[in-house]
């Protein structure tokens, strides 16, 4: 049962370029880096109950690290390169992190949000590296003789690293600090009385956190191929916690499902123009009222597994 | 030979809300010694403070002769301070093993299969269910859980709190003698327990704690005669339970 | 569950297989065209107003007139809230879903800019895309709307150097592609009289507070004080300088600032201001196209007051509509290109006669303008920016 429904979720993901329209190919590689922002948020927000409001600015950070380096060291392979901007952005998550740790709640959410904006402000300022408001283009990247120009290639680029990273966070606990992440999002109390270091793990929780939203931050300048601080504005943060929350805090399938949906919806309500955040807000409380575990539960519920860890 | 524990003049705040005022305890090497009181008497705060989970506002805790007073809880626990949690706290979506594995966190890599093996001895239903979700195990089996996952690290003194509780008498009278050999092996145990009678008839000594005070404290035997204690905690003379006047 | 999978994928093959045009966006009945723009964040006011009041405003007109060679036209618009990754996933679903024919009046430089390469690659007109830097310039498909910023500042420089001999200039600019791009032309335009540039002091975007550029701007004693802002900071500037008696100056406000909006915030600290205006008044003016203009609102949106930004958006309108019209009812979006090409001598009634030529530009004049009494009143014919 559970390797068909792998099987054929494969064969649709591998076989989506040739099936769907192309805008839809598009699509599916903006939905694969929310899913990975949403992941690395949801490992800390949904494991060791830090919310962040500032992601946005992770993925900032990621995205004109990777664009950078595209632009100054051209030769530098896309793996290379997508692992720096990961690294750059989990140091930065490590900064923010350690001071993070005496806040909790909406002071950590205020404190996040404020990281945010700084992020967009040394943007703007540093202008001489990043071009500031007029905006960064980003060449199109290279893996080995291939340029990666078209929405398919991009495509397949994005869903590895997707898959990949998903793989890691699923199997998170066959490494011991892994387990002792998820033993704080379990109970502080026993994961303290265990031994586990409350306060290292929380500040791990944000570097690991960071360089999934930083790796995705480096995905998202390969695939939208232009970057201005007027793209990694605060709502985009707020879509992210979205989708945490409509997927379910601290799974990783959830976090799948809400990047979907979330992106999804936002593309279906473009149209509704002036209408969209007030469209969006209404959908967003209407299913956190009605499911308020998130989809993954709702998933749970229809259809319950032992020990499923999805 | 120092006790495994003192607790000396030990005070403990939460917020401005006082928990726990001028406790002193001792627990000899090899001992079992239990807490009693009511619900809020500051029972888990005492067994959470000698973990480190909490911080002493004032007064000292010396481990085997070591000041931990300000000792981090990892370190407390690399000491050989195991913590058995209110409410067992196992971790609900690990599987036992996994449980049992967050429990060896401070034990070195090479040693963790010779104590996984000896938590299998001691409770062989655990090994039966390892590879099965915490969450889903019963209440009895989860709470051995918990206590296997603090032996892990192979403590020399073990902080129980409330073993026994929401467990059908004939699960608390195994848990109960799971405890007994426990610290036959030579482990010394800080026992919080609301079924009194039974902590009593395990322990060697006790104490009596009342809105953050110590109030009584003695060999379990005279204890358990003394007419406060049997109104207050055993339930007899018709008195209210937990209800120390 | 793999039945169900496999059924879902033909059906999206199905789909997909199934559509395919001769020339995208064009339909025996129907021209289909669309775009990216704000109708969320900063610039929502605008957004709105240059396509929904504006484009679709003559759009009504030229459908219940019988539409363009018989096909009615249809407009489609996506949100993007002024974020680029925004308007590059609404543009790709406009060209790849929607099947636009082209794409109409998109606005801010980041966001056009973030799809200029992708719709050059696929051949859709970007048409008169809203900003004013020159980054847009010298590209087949792509046609401007607002004036360059170059231009602007020729015909500026031209006015004020040239024809009323000030000397010494100063300019207080938005630290962004459009301030930066007015102060390189301004410099420029100044060097073809010897002069330059006194002093410059820049605005973050989003910043109202310009107290100490006015104090150091004020220092350097400017015959011409240049603002290159948004209304916001500008009314801000306006007022401060107000506040401090700063008088010996004139403030001249760029093209893209000199409208109602600027002049509403700044209330009678605007008296005396000077600009480049690139639209007739809206509200006042008795241009025969100008007057249909409000005429039309009255019976389309009247609860809509007359606007700049709805006005250029109407003029986009009716240059698409003159443009496609010449392209006959076989229309493509190189016969489109061709037609625009050819566009000589235009009268629309609202500017002067239109040229538009090999180099793209629909905007090339404006004339000079004075704030009195909380309107502007022009002070010169159209100026010439060749």
């Known amino acids: 049962m559970r390797a068909a429904a792998l099987g054929s979720g494969a064969v649709v993901v591998l076989g989506w370029p040739w099936a769907a329209p192309r805008y839809f190919v598009f699509l599916a590689s903006l939905i694969a880096i929310n899913a990975i922002v949403a992941i690395g948020l949801n490992l800390l927000t949904g494991y060791t109950n830090q919310l962040s409001f500032g992601h946005a600015g992770f993925l900032a950070i990621g995205a004109y690290a990777a664009a950078l380096l595209t632009i100054q060291a051209p030769l530098v392979p896309l793996p290379a390169t997508l692992l720096a901007a990961g690294l750059v952005t989990a140091a930065m998550g490590l900064a923010l992190g350690v001071p993070c740790l005496r806040l909790e709640g909406l002071y950590l959410a205020m404190a996040t949000l404020a990281f945010g904006f700084v992020v967009v402000e040394a943007i703007l300022n540093l202008d001489w590296l990043t071009r500031g408001n007029d905006g960064l283009r980003v060449p199109a990247a290279r893996i080995g003789p291939w340029a990666l120009t078209t929405d398919t290639s991009r495509y397949y680029v994005v869903v590895t690293v997707a898959a990949l990273l998903i793989l890691a966070a699923r199997n998170i606990t066959r490494t011991r600090t892994g387990r002792a992440l998820l033993a704080v999002r379990e109970s502080e109390i026993a994961a303290q009385a265990s031994g586990v270091h409350l306060a290292a793990y929380k500040t791990l929780a944000f570097v690991v956190s960071a360089f999934y939203t930083g790796v995705a931050g480096g995905l998202f300048a390969l695939v939208v191929g232009f970057l201005s601080p007027d793209s990694f504005d605060v709502f985009l943060s707020v879509d992210f916690v979205a989708m945490i929350i409509v997927g379910g805090l601290g799974s990783i399938l959830g976090s799948v499902m809400g990047a979907a949906v979330i992106t999804t919806l936002n593309d279906s309500l473009a149209g509704f123009q002036s209408y969209r955040p007030l469209v969006f807000g209404a959908i967003l409380i209407v299913s956190m009222l009605f499911m308020p575990g998130g989809i993954a539960s709702a998933l749970q519920k229809i259809q319950p597994r032992q020990g499923d860890r999805a | 030979m120092r006790p495994a524990l003192e607790i000396d003049d030990v005070a403990v705040y939460y917020d401005k809300r006082r928990a726990l005022e001028g406790v002193t305890l001792t627990v000899e090497r090899g001992e079992i010694v239990t807490l009693l009181g009511a619900n809020g008497a500051g029972k888990s705060t005492t067994l959470r403070a000698v973990s480190g989970l909490v911080r002493a506002a004032r007064g000292r805790i010396v481990y085997e002769g070591r000041d931990i007073s300000h000792a981090p809880a990892d370190a407390i626990v690399a000491a050989g301070v195991g913590h058995v949690p209110e409410g067992r706290e196992i971790f609900g979506e690990f599987t036992v093993l996994e449980n049992l594995l967050v429990g060896g966190h401070t034990v070195p890599r090479r040693q963790i299969g010779e104590r996984l093996e000896e938590a299998f001895r001691l409770f062989p239903v655990l090994r039966e269910r390892r590879l099965q979700a915490a969450g889903t195990l019963s209440g009895g089996e989860q709470q051995m859980l918990a206590i296997a996952r603090a032996l892990m690290p192979r403590p020399r003194l073990l902080l129980l709190d409330e073993p026994s509780l929401g467990l059908a008498p004939l699960l608390s009278r195994e848990i109960f003698d799971v405890i007994r050999r426990i610290n036959a092996d030579g482990v010394s145990v800080l026992l919080v327990e609301q079924n009194a009678r039974r902590a009593l008839a395990l322990a060697t000594r006790g104490y009596v704690l009342e809105t953050g005070r110590l109030v009584a404290s003695g060999p379990s035997a005279g204890l358990a005669a003394d007419p406060r204690v049997r109104r207050a905690y055993l339930g007899l003379d018709g008195a209210r339970r937990g209800a120390a006047t | ?386």
């Open chain 3, 1 to 386: 569950m793999i039945t169900r999978s496999i059924l879902l994928f033909l059906l999206v093959v199905a789909l997909s297989v199934s559509r395919a045009a001769a020339e995208p966006g064009v339909s025996d009945t129907e021209i289909v065209i669309g775009g990216s723009n704000s109708f969320s964040g900063p610039l929502a006011y605008t957004g709105e107003q240059i396509t929904k009041f504006g484009v679709d405003l003559y759009l009504r007109v030229v459908n219940d007139a019988g539409g363009i060679h018989g096909r009615k036209v249809r407009t489609i618009y996506y949100d993007d809230g002024y974020r680029p990754q925004d308007s590059v996933a609404n543009t790709k679903k406009l060209v790849e879903q929607d099947g636009v024919f082209a794409i109409i009046i998109p606005q801010g430089s980041p966001p056009v800019v973030a799809t200029l390469e992708y719709l050059e690659e696929h051949k859709v007109p970007m048409l008169f895309p809203y900003q004013s830097s020159p980054v847009t310039r010298a590209r087949r498909y792509v046609f401007q709307g607002m004036t360059l910023s170059d231009r602007s500042s020729r015909m500026m420089i031209d006015y004020l150097a040239g024809t009323r001999k000030y000397k010494k200039f100063a300019a207080l600019y938005q630290d962004d592609e459009y301030g930066k791009s007015f102060l390189a032309a301004f410099e420029k335009d100044l060097g073809r009289f010897g002069l330059k540039l006194t002093a410059a002091e820049s605005v973050k975007r989003g910043v109202t507070d310009v107290s100490a550029q006015i104090a150091k701007l004020h220092a350097a004693r400017p015959e011409v004080t240049f603002l290159v802002l948004v209304p916001g900071p500008a009314a801000q500037a306006l007022r401060e300088r107000q506040k401090i008696g700063w008088t010996d100056t004139l403030m001249v406000s760029t093209g893209p600032l000199t409208d109602e909006k600027y002049l509403a915030l700044a209330t009678d600290a605007a008296n005396g201001v000077e600009g480049l205006s690139l639209w007739p008044d809206p509200a006042t003016s008795d241009l025969p196209g100008v007057k249909l203009y409000r005429a039309y609102m009255v019976k389309y949106f009247p609860k809509n007051e007359p606007n700049r930004y709805s006005l250029a958006g109407y003029f986009a309108g009716m240059l698409f509509t003159e443009a496609a019209m010449r392209a006959g009812r076989n229309l493509t979006r190189e016969s489109l290109i061709t037609a625009l090409e050819s566009i000589k001598g235009f009268e629309s009634g609202i500017l002067p006669p239109l040229t538009i030529g090999r180099d793209h530009e629909t905007q090339k004049q404006g004339f000079w303008v004075r704030v009195e009494k909380g309107r502007f009143t022009p002070l010169t014919d159209w100026l010439k920016s060749e």
